[in-house]
């Protein structure tokens, strides 16, 4: 494998953690086993990314459609981001890492509620690796809502319809400040998007890795943006178009 280069990594790198149950299946484990050790991986990717440079690391921890899971299920996965936030929280905070959130806050218990809100608090002056969390998130969800959003400061005489481009309607989303994802990666093999991130992977980079995600680590994430590194972005233009490109 080449070296990276840390000039040429992504700024943004989103993450579809999938594979979990199927992950615990194969190792005749109840599907509660490969959750919690999808928040193992989800503790060393995040080290890594810090390690390696990356800017903004979005991990999608729950799904709007995850809602529709066994109670049981949703029950336990409730109880995750308590957990890794008792765990890690203290080494985020000595990295300088920031949380932030993004997704239906009002449908999350008001433990994960807690947790977040003091996770996000106590690291709002991080500068280093920005950890975006989606939790009870769809894209089109949050497409709509910002559309809300829009709706009612017009409504308020506070906006002019004439005024609006992406980059204005980009600024009513659930975190403004997140740039477009550079690089999204899939685990667990399958090939879909899975409604996240639709606005912000407009140009992103796609990678499907075979790899169930408590099987994901420093080494596959690594890989991954070597093969990132490879590979030429052209945003809808030409080789030749591109800075410092011959013709």
Known sequence: MSELSPQAMPNHVAVIMD?????AEQRGLPRSDGHRAGVDAVREIVRAADDLGIGFLTL????????????????????LPEEYFEQELPDVIQRGCRIR??????????????????AVTRTQDGTGLQLVFALSY?????IVEAARRLLREQEAGRFDADGLDEKVFASY?????LPDVDLLIRTGGERRVSNFLLWQIAY????????????????ELTAALADYQQRERRFGK??????????
């Not at 769809?138 to 949050?142: A, K, N, S, Y």
């Not at 989303?173 to 400040?177: A, F, M, Q, S, W």
């Not at 030409?238 to 013709?247: H, I, K, N, V, Y």
Request: charged share 30%.
């Open 19 to 23: 594979g979990n149950g199927r992950w």
């Open 138 to 142: 769809g894209g089109r969800g949050e």
């Open 173 to 177: 989303l659930d975190e403004p400040e």
């Open 60 to 79: 999608y921890a729950f799904s709007t459609e995850n809602w529709n899971r066994p109670k049981t299920e949703v029950d336990l996965l409730m109880k």
């Open 101 to 118: 959130s993004i997704g239906q806050r009002d449908r999350l218990p008001p433990n994960v509620r807690r947790c977040l809100d003091d």
């Open 204 to 219: 992103a980079e796609l990678l499907v890795s075979e790899c169930m995600w408590p099987d994901f680590g420093r080494a």
């Open 238 to 247: 030409t080789s030749a178009q591109l800075p410092g490109a011959t013709r």
